[in-house]
């Protein structure tokens, strides 16, 4: 995910509203409730939550964020990613309609589409096309752009070994299409992160849409081990080499560990779940007592997979 973070940050004004309110395919939300549009449900609110609607308005857009000053991040599914309860004092990009578009092509093995497409509905166009190799994303939620940018995966598979193509904006604010070999995919990261992904190009093999939908269904059942339907943003740490975050924090006694409205799933001890009531502090204050008991027990440093805007590595907001 891109994150403008500039050194000096210039608070927006009128005239940059304007100006991008006159871009067409933008439209602007003003204070805007993150919690709205992150799984976890939690979060204050942006100043501007701008949504894009083409290429063309998203390069527009950025060219006047690059030079204003302003802070700005782009937001995907919402669902590896939440905000402090202060919020975001700066401008959020969201992929609008025009990119999430679907097509086959541009080769007979080929699905391209807007990195705004949710992965689960990329999928069920390539099942439909009986294209195959998306299965092990079966339940993951999300966006395309947001899965390549944290290189979504399972122990089944990952979204790297399928891209052939990406359509970016790059941070200079040039359109470029980066070709397989420089995204600098590797587990849970990759080159892109620093780019906005506009569109992707997948290269996938052909198979029945029933043997697919055999291994989707394959995909669920375990998933159907972790909590869904909550309000959640999975996974909550990296596994470290070799081991398992769930099965770290589950040995350290964490299981139904509470602080305020936010808890630690019974089900799978990586998830930390909230019951409606939460704050992203109470989130943030037990992903603390997590890091710390792991620390203690293990000797080892849970690195966060998913991502809190506005708070810095010391779990200080900024
Ligand atoms: N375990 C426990 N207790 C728990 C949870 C897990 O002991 O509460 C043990 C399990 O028994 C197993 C090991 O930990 O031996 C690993 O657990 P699991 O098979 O559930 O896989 P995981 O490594 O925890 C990874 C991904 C998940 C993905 C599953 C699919 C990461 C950090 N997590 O989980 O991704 O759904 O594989 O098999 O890579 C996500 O990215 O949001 C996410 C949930």
Excluded at 93 to 110: K, N, S, Y
Excluded at 151 to 180: M, W, Y
Aim: proline share 4%; aromatic share 6%; charged share 20%.
């Amino acid at each position: 995910m891109i994150d403008s973070t500039p050194m000096t940050q210039a608070a927006p004004d009128a005239t940059l509203f304007d100006q991008l309110a006159a871009i067409k395919g933008v439209e602007i939300a003003p204070d805007e409730p993150l919690a709205r549009h992150v799984t976890m449900g939690v979060g204050g609110p942006a100043r501007w939550f701008v949504t894009l609607d083409s290429v063309e308005a998203a390069q527009a857009a950025i060219g006047l964020l690059r030079s204003s000053g302003v802070r700005w991040m782009v937001l995907g599914g919402g669902s590896n990613t939440f905000f402090v309860d202060a919020g975001f004092d700066g401008v959020i990009l969201f992929l609008g309609r025009g990119l999430r578009a679907m097509t086959l092509g541009p080769g007979e093995r080929h699905v391209t589409a807007g990195a705004g497409a949710t992965l689960s509905s990329v999928m069920n166009f390539a099942k439909r096309a009986g294209l195959a190799g998306l299965e092990f994303a079966a339940g993951i939620p999300g966006t395309l752009g947001g899965a390549l940018a944290g290189n979504a995966g399972t122990p089944k598979g990952d979204i790297c070994s399928l891209v052939d193509a990406v359509e970016v904006i790059d941070a200079q604010g040039h359109f470029v299409v980066r070709q397989r070999g420089e995204f600098e995919f590797a587990y849970r990261s990759s080159a892109l992160r620093h780019d906005l992904i506009l569109r992707a190009t997948l290269a996938l093999c052909p198979d029945s849409p029933e043997a697919i939908q055999e291994r989707i269904t394959q995909a669920l059942t375990k998933r159907g081990e972790q909590p869904i339907g909550v309000r959640t943003s999975g996974c909550t740490f990296k596994n470290p080499p070799g081991d398992a975050a769930g099965r770290m924090i589950d040995a350290v006694g964490l299981k139904g560990e509470r602080v305020g409205g936010a808890w630690i799933s019974e089900r799978h001890a990586n998830f930390i779940l909230n019951d409606g009531s939460a704050s992203s502090a109470d989130i943030c204050e037990l992903v603390s007592i997590v890091r710390q008991r792991v620390l203690d027990h293990f000797g080892v440093n849970l690195e966060l997979e998913i991502k809190i805007v506005g708070l810095d590595s010391d779990n200080k907001t900024h």
